[in-house]
């Protein structure tokens, strides 16, 4: 497990960085077939770019109001458009095509930079995996947005191979004894169940730790 002494923190620049590699490589598929699965997804290509966009601007968001929420989420409306669909805030003008969509992500992208640039590391507000800091909420924006580019890239057959060490930095803060194998991005999509990782099960389900480390190291 690590600790505050041993890691790197996950800052806005990360942030601002993963979305900005995804929406390079996604640009590569525009013209691709936005309707088909997006890797072992039950959502197709859109539904997934829409679904991280919408992870985005909720974390931002929840570190918004002057008391932000330690027991749920802002009240913002989540709806699914179809029945088995994502549940988001945010969706996507469909007439606006993907290069729209890629917006949409951009944008959001950069709410969620902006939030944990200006916030205080003091804050704290809720998640389902933990009471998290804007560390945490950074961390978890560039799990979603390396992981479900990852999803989408198989969709829509594009190369995507996010840097190593932005792995290792989002693996120190929200996972939890993950093997030390060099290949970090492999690391990552084991833990989240997406590839198989030499001498270890698979990891049928999976979570991540939003607590703060120092907050752990207290309790």
């Known amino acids: 497990m690590s600790d505050e002494t041993s890691r790197t923190p996950v800052t806005a620049a990360d942030v601002e960085h993963s979305v900005r590699l995804s929406v390079t490589a996604l640009r590569a ?4 077939d936005w309707s088909v699965k ?6 197709d290509c859109w539904e997934t770019v ?19 929420p330690l027991d749920g989420d802002v009240p913002y409306l989540w709806e699914a458009k179809r029945p088995g669909g994502p549940h988001n805030a945010v969706h996507a003008d469909r ?13 959001s992208g950069a709410l969620l930079t902006a939030m944990v640039r200006t ?11 933990g009471i998290s800091d804007p560390e945490g ?6 799990v979603e947005t390396l992981l479900h580019t990852y999803d989408v890239a198989q969709g829509l ?11 290792d930095r989002v693996l120190a803060r929200l996972f939890r004894e993950v093997p030390t194998d060099p290949d ?14 030499a001498d270890q099960p698979h990891q049928d389900s999976w979570r991540w730790y939003g607590e703060p480390l120092s907050d752990a190291a207290r309790s």
């Open 29 to 32: 598929g525009l013209a691709g």
């Open 137 to 142: 909420f950074a961390a978890m924006g560039v």
């Open 50 to 68: 829409e679904h991280l966009s919408d992870d985005l601007f909720a974390y931002a968001v929840q570190l918004g109001p002057q008391q932000p």
């Open 38 to 43: 997006a890797g072992s997804l039950d959502w």
């Open 119 to 129: 916030a205080s590391p003091d804050v704290r507000a809720y998640h389902g995996f």
């Open 184 to 197: 970090r991005w492999r690391v990552l999509l084991w833990a989240t169940g997406r590839a198989e990782l």
């Open 157 to 167: 057959d594009v190369a995507w191979a996010p840097p190593l060490g932005l792995c």
């Open 95 to 107: 007439a606006a095509g993907p290069a729209g969509l890629l917006q949409t992500l951009e944008a």
